[in-house]
């Protein structure tokens, strides 16, 4: 029994052993081969570990361009009348010229700049739009004068950060402030009134994000993750229930319009000469025989100038326009949208709703009256 135990001790311990040396010589002259599986073990363990990703921000790309925004302070009769935002763009030789929006700066008589270091300085209205709701400024330029760098909107995608520098509500206490957000969409129509009432005047084609933006932040850069402008805050959506929808200017639109602006160009707009309703006013307040028409939205047209391009081109009372060029329009300010899409001198195709049936009218423009 003893003999047994012991064979079988000195048989398990001579095993380990030749294994042990079968794995010794295997490493000493196959060292590669043993090595790759080492390796291969490793990686694999190494793959399977969750990896945690940090968001360190964007404070470089906000260090780009901060210091060239400007809170804009429009004075009429020595008081404040309103505050913005704005942005050196330019600049050309000893001027530097800023970019802000058209109603920033309406009403008022002198404009003042407050840079990020407190210094303010008053600035020159070159020039303005407000149905692009575009301004120039110019100033004289120095050394300490910052230019932000301009962008693409058109290489912006839905879903891209960006974000808005400005200063929101109170243009002291807030000056400055950068709120962050993504492209929620783009090429949106919003509707704008030009009167501060509640009818639409106009409709721009925008940029949506969900960076905040707020009154005091119209005129200001919104900027991509590299720190170029890629829109200037415009518009908030304001509705009850309703959050996270600001609107920019595209940059290109805007610098198409700044350009022409440094350049003293007269913008001109086109117009037909007509006298006007959306449809729906004029079936609810003024022509309620309009109700069996057979066309519910569109422009209706109450009048005809005498020697108009519409009088021209045989436009008639009571016609009501439903198409520019193919596209439709279904108020006022989409027909003031489509037509401003065209120069002066242009030939436009209405297509209207007359006696029951649709009938193509072609009729060349003239410049808008500049009131």
């Not at 415009?234 to 940059?251: C, Y």
């Not at 109700?291 to 939205?297: A, F, K, Q, R, W």
């Not at 297509?351 to 009938?359: A, P």
Request: charged residues 20%; hydrophobic residues 35%; glycine residues 10%.
């Amino acid at each position: 029994m003893k003999n047994n135990t012991l064979k079988t001790g000195i048989i398990c311990f001579l095993s380990a052993l030749l294994g042990a040396g079968c794995l010794f010589g295997g490493m000493y002259f196959f060292p590669t081969s043993f090595g790759k599986v080492i390796t291969e073990t490793v990686e694999k363990t190494v793959e399977t570990r969750n990896v945690t990703i940090q968001d360190t921000g964007i404070a470089e790309a906000v260090d780009k361009i901060y210091d060239a925004v400007v809170v804009v302070k429009n004075y009429k009769k020595q008081e404040l009348y309103s505050t913005g935002t704005g942005f050196v763009y330019e600049i050309d030789g000893n001027t530097a010229y800023i970019l802000t929006n058209h109603h920033v700066i309406e009403g008022g008589s002198d404009i003042y700049v407050q840079f990020t270091d407190g210094t303010s300085v008053q600035t020159k209205l070159v020039g303005s739009d407000k149905y692009a709701d575009i301004a120039v400024l110019s100033m004289e330029a120095n050394d300490s004068v910052k230019v932000a760098s301009i962008g693409s909107s058109e290489d912006i995608r839905v879903g891209d950060t960006v974000f808005a520098v400005g200063a929101p509500l109170d243009a002291t206490t807030y000056s400055g402030t950068v709120t962050r957000g993504i492209i929620s969409g783009k090429n949106r129509m919003v509707s704008v009134s030009l009167s501060n009432q509640n009818v639409s005047d106009w409709v721009m084609s925008v940029l949506q994000t969900d960076a905040a933006i707020n009154s005091g932040n119209s005129g200001g850069p919104l900027a991509n993750a590299n720190g170029e402008v890629i829109g200037i805050t415009s518009l908030k959506l304001v509705n009850s229930g309703v959050e996270g929808m600001g609107f920019a200017i595209p940059v290109e639109t805007a610098m198409e319009y700044a350009h022409k602006i440094m350049k003293g160009e007269k913008i001109e707009r086109p117009y037909l000469g007509v006298k006007m309703l959306n449809m729906s006013d004029a079936r609810q307040y003024y022509y309620p025989r309009l109700e069996n028409l057979g066309v519910s939205t569109g422009v209706f047209i109450s009048e005809v100038e005498k020697g108009s391009p519409s009088e021209k081109g045989g436009l008639k009372a009571a016609d009501v326009i439903i198409k520019v060029d193919g596209e439709e329009v279904s108020s006022i300010a989409y027909l003031k949208y489509r037509l401003y899409q065209h120069e002066v001198g242009d030939e436009v195709t209405l297509t209207v709703y007359r006696d029951g049936s649709e009938v193509d009218v072609t009729l060349k423009l003239t410049e808008a009256s500049t009131d």
